[in-house]
């Protein structure tokens, strides 16, 4: 890519960015375990947007992750094995359906993981574990902005879609391998961490120990992998499980709007791809 299109392309980057700061759901009132109401950290409404705008570009080039995110619900209302099925009576009191794969399942699943998110960590990309459970292994210790665990890629005996296993730990190979191009450097402002924060749990330097430090130090990561595994293990999260999390349709609009600024050339997908 030309220094001219890059430039361009850093500008689109931006535009985006500015975009998520002005946003409907920037602003929206999300309710905390308290009853507490306020709007997310702009950080992550930023980051998240960042995130999107890079798994929106895989959903055009046909990357595995993002097709994955972005199929049709599949099993039953209620079915444990797909948060579009478990959730599907939350999603239609909101109007938003997910029975044809594409781009509006993709954006469906992001505004379910907008929500996700704020519940799991108020929206720190760098949250530990929560202390209060006794998930203290180096696969179960959840980590990260969403709260998963390296255990989610291994699929159970019986699930009907055992493939997406090795989606997700292709998807750890990879950022591992890349461990700045998480978008850290916007979802980090104005956010502080603590020290239990920064512990990984379990025998050092296995998967899951180093699992964990990708998921707390290169957020766009946690946002693909979650993504992933909410359309195939939706009950490791309480808020899924429980039915507590908020699906907010006003967020669509950022998405949409996401969308038109990267179709717009030079190329923003050549930069973040």
């Known amino acids: 890519m030309s220094n001219t299109s890059l430039a361009a392309a850093a500008n689109i980057r ?3 960015t500015t975009l998520a700061a002005t946003s409907a759901i920037a602003h929206f009132e999300w309710t905390d375990d308290n009853e507490n109401q306020d709007p997310a950290p ?3 409404i930023k980051g998240m ?3 999107y705008a890079r798994v929106y570009c895989k959903f055009k080039s046909g990357h595995p992750a993002a097709l994955e995110m972005a199929r049709a619900k599949s099993g039953h209302a209620g079915a444990d094995t797909d948060a ?6 939350m999603y239609a009191q909101q109007g938003l359906n997910n029975d044809v794969a594409g781009i509006d399942c993709l954006r469906n699943l992001f505004v379910l993981l907008f929500g996700l998110g704020v519940d799991e960590s108020s929206g720190r990309y760098c949250k530990g574990r929560y202390l209060k459970d006794g998930f203290n292994q180096q696969d179960n210790a959840e980590a990260g902005m969403f709260q998963s665990a390296f255990n989610l890629t291994h699929p159970p005996a019986g699930h009907p879609n055992p493939s997406y296993g090795a989606v997700l730990l ?3 190979n990879h950022y591992e391998a890349n ?4 978008f850290a450097e916007v979802f980090r402002t104005g956010i502080t961490c603590n020290a239990n924060d920064a512990i990984n749990w379990g025998q050092e330097n296995t998967p899951g120990w180093r699992y964990q430090q990708l998921a707390k130090t290169c957020p766009a990561f946690a946002v693909e992998f979650t993504g ?5 293990r939706p009950r490791h999260w309480a808020p899924i499980r429980d039915r507590y999390v908020e699906i907010v349709p006003v967020c669509r609009e950022l998405l ?3 969308e038109g600024l990267v179709d717009r050339p030079p190329g923003f997908c050549a930069q973040v791809l």
């Open 42 to 44: 702009q950080a992550y």
């Open 256 to 258: 949409i709007g996401i």
């Open 170 to 172: 292709n998807l750890f």
């Open 179 to 182: 461990p700045t191009t998480g």
């Open 228 to 232: 992933v595994a909410l359309r195939n």
């Open 49 to 51: 947007a960042l995130s």
């Open 84 to 89: 579009f099925a478990y959730l599907a009576g």
């Open 14 to 16: 931006n535009e985006i």
